[in-house]
């Protein structure tokens, strides 16, 4: 039976080895697979894993922590034993019998109750029905009697009924009642327990969550990704949003948990979490944390991957400090934020160090010139000075905030030249208009003597420091904010000292340096002093020559144009030059390609490198063929620090307005305020925001030393804080210091108080009071309160003419300025607690324990009535009679 | 008898330990203490008394003449500084005490007063008029409390030990220190200049001793057994 190409041996070949190798492999393979996806390539679920068990573990250890407490504690062992007792007894004991009984009362009371009912209810339908036929047959015309009639007896029979049925209710609520009362013993000492056990059972709960319970078996859970989606956060290549995918939490699983805080990395709890991770701060699973932390968030293949330090990701992960610099993404008013401090730093240092005048940055268009007019140069300081320090500032005063260009000596004196010459017309008239008074004696001992004096107590160290060392802001680590006048000798002669003293406004219309309103014979004794501090060098003869040499002064301008001297001073015919420096707004998405390292291959090429070395030493990266002009700011390397944090936040990537913090009018009036108020150092003399008051080191009675402005706003009314500032009168009589009169224009007072009440949070910044409201109760009652025999409060305090006894240093202010000036919500805060609004202060608290016999004794009352007083003394007309 | 004593111990160990373990002094009883006793010197010529200018309410105020008390030097000794052991740990019990400061006159009386933190502190006005308790103090949350006419008394607590000047906004002149002591062995100079600390258990301490002008001095003391041991401090003007 031979068919044609049909090979027998073939057929009956085996090929079960094939097969066998075949499935066998097949079988490898799958189980090759399900290996691979689940832990090869998923590394997040042997973390979750971990996290599992570790979280299990905490649980079960405090669980048995509590566990070991509550049987040792004799209060909840006596608490089981009674429950015993009670459920024992109402098995079988006395209570088990009662409750029998009860529970058959309660059948027959349930069965009376309900057969009642549906007889009241039947009832309840024949008379509606009753009322339709009655109804009907009124519109039919027909006669309506016998439904009447019938009508009448249905409510007759229910009348009857009812009292029956509401006794029944009755009884049947009373054997309920009597049935809870047997059962509410175990209750009682059941919640008893649950509140004793409460600590303990709430690690069940915690034990419960990490583990996943099917029947009797119990595993950890299954591990799966966290993921948060933020709708709208990024933006494409073609610039459509799209949303961010951040699965950082699918590792970092106790991120926002407590207990965590010493366990490792990715376990660990995030430091500040109460406050950083609260609902109304950052709360991860609804923002996730790259926003912050950046990293590649969606990548969860390995852990460098997720943090996105591989290369070309351009975000990597901000580790330590340097995530600070993404606060500024979101937040308008960084220098609040009380966990960003070397962010809060850099940008003080940028906006007052003068980066702004070369630089431009989204943000800090409008920051003003931070170095003095030149315009009048020529009238102000000698010409050997002015080489020395254009040439090299920091050899004449190391921390001032100039920087140094590191001319040679000819450049300097060409620069010289050149400001000199365009000073000379404006200059010359000036000083021909100040002639140095007649009477005025250099070197007069006397005189030396009482503007020394008048220079240590008007206030003048709230800004200059007058030996080496004295310094009263300092901008980052140690840059003096104000010059220090120790060797102002050097440097200004008493002509234009005196004249600049009296008014400097006049020299320099837009000088920050306010006008202490000194009278001519006080600004002849502080010159007279000054003149003392340092003597001008003795002058090269040639260099008079060199000023006017034509050649030199044109060298000069090409030089203050190279090196954007404008940028900081006033200098005429430059005032529309713009910035020099590069614009620095998304400095800090530059790519490493971007950067320019120059010739330099011993610095790391990373961008945090870069920017450290181009701080330290602006021109590294120099080469032959490309010159770097930026100056040498000797900056600390706190200071670059903080720079670099600033500056890593200048960011391409913008963040969409719904994801950001308060980006309200007033925390823009905060910010521009407060710009403001740094610019004039007004925290030189005041605390404001819990910074500065730095005059008051030298006053061992803080009662001496300029006042406190924390919560200004809230304490005085808009509308005086506004005059004050325009025209500051005395308000503390007891203190020789000044609060000078800045000049500020209108618009600068108004944004002043814009900063002061924004602070506060004042949302209604005048407010009225009316005097016709006031009871004639309170104001009786008032007087006497503040009379010698109670609070005796013009025992310090003045009103008006009648001044205090003793001496001014033991008053306290003129209350007759109260309505004016204090916010009438605010007296009240400040009766109630003076140490609370300011601490330290003088005004001693008087509540609680006012007396017991005016107003009923009632503290409130009393200070309300007080408050009421208070307001209305020094007032016109009716009202005056009060201050009597 | 000797039972009683024995838990008359026991319970005086068990109250003061948990209260003392808080403050790091651990107080019990001392049956073989010395004592310690001796005078503070003011070296130098002493100054002469300075009145102090009673410029308010001198109806009040000025019945008396003041001297300023910030350094009183009495027959070439020093008042009102506080010797006290400075790094005792273990001795006789500490409880919190009740003192007085009197204001009577506008004045503190006693200028320095001295007591153990956790103490309570009653401030008399018997003056009728205003006045004002200002504590300048760190430790402790400070305190700046009026005590107007009907106000005779208050009384504040000082739980942690450090030392407290205290002073009257109202009457400039007014000024007083409080010592709160970490342990019981402190004493404040009477107008002979000396101080006597008792029931010292035996060993070797510093010996401290604090003015608030003249600052601080202190010197090794080695107690013995029931015995005294007499010590001279001498203080000089900085």
């Known amino acids: 039976m031979a068919v044609r190409g049909f090979d027998e041996a073939e057929e009956k070949k085996s090929y079960g080895s094939v097969f066998l190798l075949g499935s066998v492999l097949l079988v490898v393979l799958t189980l090759w697979a399900f290996w691979d996806d689940n832990f090869t390539r998923r590394p997040w679920k042997q973390f979750q894993a971990e996290f599992y068990r570790l979280d299990y573990r905490k649980a079960e250890q405090a669980y048995e922590e509590e566990d070991k407490k509550l049987r040792a504690d004799p209060a909840y062992q006596e608490l089981v034993k009674k429950l015993a007792e009670e459920r024992a007894s109402l098995r079988g004991g006395e209570l088990a019998k009662k409750l029998k009984v009860l529970r058959r009362d309660e059948t027959k009371a349930d069965v009376r109750f309900t057969e009642l009912d549906q007889e009241v209810k039947f009832i309840k339908s024949e008379l509606e029905e009753a009322w339709y036929e009655y109804d009907h047959a009124v519109q039919q015309g027909r006669g309506a009697k016998p439904y009447e009639d019938r009508i009448r007896e249905l409510e007759r029979e ?76 990024d933006r494409n290549n073609f610039d459509q949003p799209v949303a961010r995918v951040d699965r950082c939490q699918t590792c970092h699983m106790a991120i926002n948990r407590a207990g965590f805080e010493n366990e490792p990395q990715p376990f660990r709890t995030h430091p500040r979490r ?422 008051g080191k030298y006053y061992e009675n803080p009662a001496l030393a300029p006042p406190p402005l924390n919560g200004e706003g809230e304490k005085v009314q808009s509308g005086w804080l506004f005059g004050f500032l325009k025209r500051p009168i005395p308000i503390r009589p007891w203190l020789n210091l000044r609060m000078p009169t800045f000049g500020f224009t209108d618009e600068e007072a108004n944004r002043l108080v814009a900063y002061f009440n924004g602070l506060s949070k004042v949302e209604i910044p005048y407010a009225y009071f009316d005097e016709r409201k006031v009871p004639k109760e309170h104001l009786d009652a008032a007087r006497i309160l503040v009379s010698k025999d109670f609070f005796n409060c013009f025992s310090c305090h003045q009103q008006g003419e009648r001044k205090p006894e003793g001496p001014p240093e033991g008053w306290a202010p003129d209350l007759n300025l109260a309505k004016d000036r204090l916010n009438p919500e605010w007296i009240i805060k400040w009766l109630q607690d003076p140490q609370k609004v300011q601490p330290g202060t003088k005004m001693p608290s008087f509540y609680p324990g006012g007396p017991d016999n005016i107003l009923g004794g009632k503290d409130d009352k009393q200070i309300e009535a007080l408050r009421n007083y208070i307001v209305m003394l020094g007032r016109k007309g009716p009202a005056a009679a009060a201050s009597r | 008898m000797k039972r009683s004593i024995l838990s008359t111990f026991l319970v005086t160990v068990l109250l003061v330990v948990p209260l003392s373990s808080l403050l790091a002094y651990e107080g019990g009883a001392v049956s073989d203490g010395g004592t310690i006793s001796g005078v503070v010197k003011f070296k130098g010529a002493a100054p002469a008394p300075k009145k102090l200018d009673i410029n308010k309410d001198k109806e009040v105020c000025a019945k008396t003449a003041k001297n300023d008390p910030t350094l009183l030097v009495s027959g070439g000794n020093l008042v009102n500084a506080v010797v006290s052991i400075a790094d005792i740990k273990k001795g006789k019990k500490m409880e919190p005490q009740k003192v007085t400061l009197d204001q009577n006159g506008c004045e503190y009386h006693p200028h320095v007063l001295a007591f153990v933190a956790g103490s309570s502190v009653e401030i008399l006005n018997p003056d009728g008029i205003l006045h004002n308790v200002h504590s300048y103090s760190k430790a402790n949350s400070p305190f700046n409390v009026a005590q107007p006419k009907f106000k005779k008394s208050l009384t504040v607590k000082l739980d942690k030990p450090e030392v407290v000047s205290v002073k009257c906004d109202v009457h400039g002149w007014m000024s007083g220190w409080f010592f709160v002591a970490d342990n019981p062995y402190f004493g404040v100079t009477d107008n002979s200049g000396s101080f006597k600390l008792t029931d010292v258990p035996p060993g070797t301490y510093t010996l401290e001793v604090w003015h608030e002008t003249l600052g601080k001095q202190s010197q090794k003391v080695t107690v013995k057994p029931k015995e005294e041991v007499k010590i001279t401090f001498e203080i000089a003007k900085k």
């Not at chain 1, 049947?172 to 409460?198: F, H, M, Y």
């Not at chain 1, 119990?218 to 709708?231: A, G, T």
């Not at chain 1, 000199?420 to 404006?426: A, D, F, L, Q, R």
Request: aromatic share 6%; charged share 30%.
């Open chain 1, 158 to 233: 229910k009348a009857g009924l009812d009292p029956q049925l509401e006794k029944a209710r009755q009884e049947r609520e009373q054997i309920k009642e009597e049935i809870k009362k047997v059962n509410s013993g175990i209750k009682d000492l059941e919640t008893q327990i649950a509140k004793l056990t409460a600590e303990r059972d709430k690690w069940v709960k915690a034990m419960e969550n990490a583990t996943l319970n099917a029947g009797p078996i119990s595993f950890y859970k299954i591990p799966k990704i966290h993921q948060v989606v933020l709708e709208e956060f």
């Open chain 1, 274 to 695: 109460e406050v950083l991770l609260a609902d109304n701060a950052h709360p991860p699973d609804k923002v996730g944390c790259a926003p912050c932390h950046e990293g590649q968030g969606a990548a969860v293949n390995s852990a460098r991957q997720a943090h996105g330090e591989i290369p070309y990701w351009e975000h990597p992960l901000l580790r330590g400090a340097k995530v600070q610099s993404s606060c500024a993404s979101c937040h308008l008013d960084v220098q609040r934020l009380e966990d960003a401090p070397l962010l809060a730093e850099g940008q003080r240092i940028f906006e007052q160090m003068g980066c702004t005048g070369c630089h431009l940055a989204q943000g800090y268009e409008d920051v003003p010139k931070v170095g003095p007019s030149l315009r009048r140069i020529r009238a102000k300081v000698d010409p050997g000075w002015m080489v020395r320090w254009i040439q090299n500032p920091h050899s004449v005063r190391p921390r001032t905030r100039m920087p140094n260009f590191s001319l040679k000596e000819d450049e300097a004196v060409a620069i010289a030249s050149f400001l000199w010459s365009i000073s000379k017309e404006e200059g010359e008239k000036w000083l021909q208009e100040q002639p140095l008074p007649a009477s005025f004696r250099e070197g007069d001992k006397s005189l030396v003597a009482k503007g020394k004096d008048l220079v240590e107590s008007i206030g003048c160290k709230g800004c200059h420091g007058f030996a080496e060392g004295e310094v009263s802001t300092v901008l980052g680590k140690e840059k003096e904010l104000i010059p220090n006048l120790k060797n102002i000798g050097e440097k200004v002669g008493p002509r234009w000292t005196y004249h600049w003293l009296k008014n400097p406004r006049s020299f320099s219309p837009e000088t920050r340096m306010p006008s202490l309103r000194l009278a001519d014979d006080e600004a002849m004794t502080v010159t007279a002093y000054l003149m003392t501090l340092g003597k001008p060098a003795d002058e090269k003869p040639s260099l008079e020559k060199q000023l006017q040499d034509a050649k030199n002064i044109k060298r000069g301008e090409s030089l203050v144009r190279k090196y954007g001297c404008f940028g900081c001073h006033d200098i005429p015919g430059m005032e529309k030059e713009s910035r020099i420096g590069v614009e620095l707004t998304t400095f800090g998405s530059k790519t490493l390609e971007e950067l320019f390292f120059g010739n330099r291959t011993d610095i790391p090429i990373t961008w945090d490198d870069w920017t450290t070395n181009k701080l330290k030493e602006p021109r590294i990266y120099a080469t032959p063929r490309v010159e770097q002009v930026m100056p040498h700011f000797n900056l600390t390397d706190d200071d670059i620090k903080a720079l670099r944090i600033l500056l890593a936040g200048f960011r391409e990537r913008k963040v969409p307005s719904r994801y950001r913090a308060d980006q309200s009018q007033r925390a823009v009036q905060v910010v521009e305020g407060r710009r403001l108020m740094h610019q004039y150092n007004c925290i030189g003399c005041h605390e404001i925001e819990k910074r500065g008051g730095f005059i």
